[in-house]
């Protein structure tokens, strides 16, 4: 059984930075298109980030386009999402998601492996 766990959340101004990992206890994480997911307070969970298992081409919400970046470490097993010039509307908990789909799924159920997610909460 594969687990995720997601770390680096946490409460920033709006503004500022963070980084969030996510640690997968299986890998090698080459073999997984890693994803992130939020849901914020009253929404549903959406889509925010991908890097694809074939390559290391990434997908993003337009949201979050020239603010996020996603990348992934094969030699720790881990994937990163960096969050620069973060506004009150990114708050909401950050999932990680693992699949073996070689183009990111855009619905969270489907995914093989789910994280348990972290709290991000940005202060205007």
């Known amino acids: 059984q594969v687990q995720l766990a997601e770390s680096g959340g946490g409460l920033v101004q709006a503004g500022g930075s963070l980084r969030l990992s996510c640690a997968v206890s299986?890998?090698?994480?080459?073999?997984?298109?890693m994803s992130w997911f939020r849901q914020a307070p009253g929404k549903e969970r959406e889509f925010v980030a991908a890097?694809?298992?074939?390559?290391?081409?990434?997908q993003y919400a337009d949201s979050v386009k020239g603010r996020f970046t996603i990348s992934r470490d094969n030699a720790k097993n881990a994937a990163y999402l960096q969050m620069n010039s973060l506004k009150p509307e990114d708050t909401a908990v950050y999932y990680c998601g693992a699949d073996t789909a070689w183009v990111p799924l855009t619905t969270w159920s489907s995914y093989e492996y789910r994280g348990q997610g972290t709290q991000v909460t940005v202060s205007s």
């Open positions: 890097v694809f298992r074939s390559s290391r081409s990434t």
């Open positions: 299986r890998g090698p994480i080459s073999s997984y298109t």
